[in-house]
């Protein structure tokens, strides 16, 4: 996988350790995952001071559910990186509390949404600089609008489409619900009440679901 899967452990008295940490941590994060296991502190100790209240806050909440959480870690060459931590909690019958999670780099797409805001604020050239950097990008990239009365629209949608979905650009931008027809049911209803949530609340959303592609082949997104 293109991100680093672990589970954290905080025991009822407060003791965390990490009983499984996958081996990109080393990539990611420039420290072997042998280490992090003996020594849970030293992946608390790469994050930048000023973004360490919000995990220990997510981590120290005795509570099950799910939570994602964005900040950045000092990686050992010096580099800060942006990371995406998306994690499931919940609690044993011994009291303890497990945490089975995955970091995701995500730099390049942190910086295209700043980019993307200075677009914004210099229109002249803005469409053609956000499609250079949006295309370039794996994956695929769209913007959707949401009117009250009129409904939600998608405006904008780069070609990785195609091999992600199965269907066009094109198709995407001229029916809504060319998407949406290739989500199984009982994912499409989930979703499309996250999205309507989304739609009156500031911030971001994160959400899993699987498509079936026109071909029959079956894919999670």
């Given at each position: 996988?293109?991100?680093v ?5 905080r ?5 965390i ?5 996958s ?5 990611m ?9 003996r020594?849970?502190q ?7 001071e ?18 994602t959480?964005?900040y950045?870690?000092?990686?050992a ?6 990371v ?5 909690r919940?609690?044993e019958?011994?009291?303890a509390?497990v945490?089975d ?7 390049e ?9 200075q ?5 002249q050239?803005?469409e053609?600089r ?12 769209y913007?959707t609008?949401?009117h009250?009365k009129?409904?939600s629209?998608?405006v ?7 091999e992600?979905?199965?269907?066009s ?10 998407l949406?027809r290739?989500?199984p049911l009982?994912?499409r209803?989930?979703?499309?009440k ?7 609340q ?7 679901f699987?498509i079936?592609?026109?071909d029959?082949?079956?894919r999670?997104?």
């Amino acid at each position: 996988l293109p991100c680093v899967v672990y589970q954290l452990r905080r025991d009822a008295d407060g003791h965390i350790s990490f009983p499984f940490m996958s081996e990109r941590v080393m990539e990611m994060r420039g420290i072997p995952a042998a280490d992090i296991e003996r020594d849970a502190q030293l992946a608390f100790g790469s994050v930048l001071e000023e973004d360490r209240a919000q995990l220990h806050e997510a981590f120290d909440t005795p509570r099950e559910g799910e939570f994602t959480l964005r900040y950045r870690v000092r990686r050992a060459d010096g580099q800060i990186r942006w990371v995406r931590n998306v994690a499931s909690r919940r609690v044993e019958p011994d009291g303890a509390v497990v945490f089975d999670v995955y970091w995701q780099d995500y730099t390049e797409e942190r910086e295209l949404l700043e980019q993307l805001g200075q677009a914004r604020d210099d229109a002249q050239g803005a469409e053609q600089r956000i499609r250079d950097i949006t295309e370039s990008l794996p994956g695929v990239v769209y913007e959707t609008q949401y009117h009250p009365k009129e409904g939600s629209r998608t405006v904008y949608v780069t070609d990785g489409a195609q091999e992600l979905y199965g269907i066009s650009s094109a198709e995407v931008l001229a029916d809504n619900t060319a998407l949406t027809r290739l989500i199984p049911l009982e994912d499409r209803a989930r979703l499309l009440k996250e999205f309507q949530r989304s739609f009156t609340q500031t911030g971001p959303m994160s959400s899993d679901f699987r498509i079936l592609k026109p071909d029959g082949e079956l894919r999670w997104l």
